[in-house]
C-alpha cells in the first residue's frame, strides 16, 4: 500500500454537471500529479502541483482544474462534464517534482 | 510530443515460460519507471532506472535500459499466473522533467 488514498472510488455524473476528487498523499510527499487513464490506455498526464501551485500541465482543456492544500492534499475539478470524461482518474504523490510516483487506487468516473 | 511505445499490446503465456516487453521512445529519458496494474487499482511502482546500461532484477523480474536511454526492456523469467496484469512503462523525458509519459501498456496473461 502505497499511502496515496482517492476519494470517492466509484462516481457516475450526468452530462453537464460539475465533479470533485479528492486525493490525500503520502506523508512526507510534497507534490501531487494528476492522471487520467482511458480504458485499455496508459495514463495521460493531467497536471502537477508542488507546493500549492500548479508545477506543469498536460494537453486537457480548461474545465480540469485542480488546487494543493498546505497538507499537501489535492483535489481535481471538472467543469460541464463531457461523456470521453468517464475514465479512472490517477493521482501520484512523490517528494519532488520529477521523482518516483505513488499512485492511489484511483476515482472511477462514469458520466452518462 | 513524446512519444512512448510499448510492444507487445498484448501477452498470454502459459505458466513457466519467459517473456520480454520493450519500451521505446524517440527522445532521451531522464529516469525511466516500470509498473505493474490491477483491474480498477492505481499503478504500483516496480522499478527506476537512470542510468543507460543499467540492469535491475526483481526476483524474476529483469529490467533493463538502453544505453542511449532511449529503451527499456521487462523480461520475466518462469512467469507465474500471479504475474497477470497491466505491464506499464513510464518516462521523465529529459527537458520536461515534470510530466511523466505513461506508454500505453502491454496486459500480460499467463494460463495455469
Known amino acids: 500500500e502505497t499511502g496515496v488514498t482517492q476519494s470517492p472510488t466509484h462516481l457516475i455524473k450526468t452530462r453537464g454537471q460539475q465533479v470533485t476528487l479528492r486525493c490525500s498523499s503520502q506523508?512526507?510527499?510534497?507534490?501531487v500529479s494528476w492522471y487520467q487513464q482511458a480504458l485499455g490506455q496508459g495514463p495521460q498526464f493531467i497536471f502537477q502541483?508542488?507546493?500549492?501551485?500548479?508545477?506543469g500541465r498536460g494537453n486537457f482543456p480548461p474545465r480540469f482544474s485542480g488546487l494543493q492544500f498546505p497538507n499537501y492534499s489535492s483535489e481535481l475539478n471538472v467543469n460541464a462534464l463531457e461523456l470521453d470524461d468517464s475514465a479512472l482518474y490517477l493521482c501520484?504523490?512523490?517528494?519532488?517534482?520529477?521523482?518516483?510516483?505513488?499512485f492511489g487506487q484511483g476515482t472511477r468516473l462514469t458520466v452518462v | 510530443t513524446q512519444l512512448l511505445e510499448q510492444s507487445p499490446q498484448f501477452l498470454s503465456i502459459q505458466e513457466g515460460e519467459n517473456l520480454t516487453v520493450y519500451c521505446n521512445s524517440s527522445?532521451?529519458?531522464?529516469?525511466l519507471q516500470w509498473y505493474r496494474q490491477e483491474p480498477g487499482e492505481g499503478p504500483v511502482l516496480l522499478v527506476t532506472v537512470v542510468t543507460g546500461g543499467e540492469v535491475k532484477k526483481l526476483k524474476r523480474l529483469t529490467f533493463q535500459f538502453g544505453d542511449a536511454r532511449k529503451d527499456s526492456s521487462l523480461h520475466i523469467t518462469a512467469a507465474q499466473p500471479g504475474d497477470t496484469g497491466l505491464y506499464l512503462c513510464a518516462g521523465f523525458f529529459s527537458g520536461s522533467a515534470r510530466q511523466l509519459t505513461f506508454g500505453s501498456g502491454t496486459q500480460l496473461t499467463v494460463l495455469p
Open positions: 501520484a504523490s512523490s517528494w519532488d517534482a520529477n521523482t518516483e510516483a505513488f
Open positions: 527522445s532521451v529519458f531522464s529516469s
Open positions: 502541483y508542488y507546493r500549492e501551485e500548479e508545477n
Open positions: 506523508s512526507g510527499h510534497n507534490t
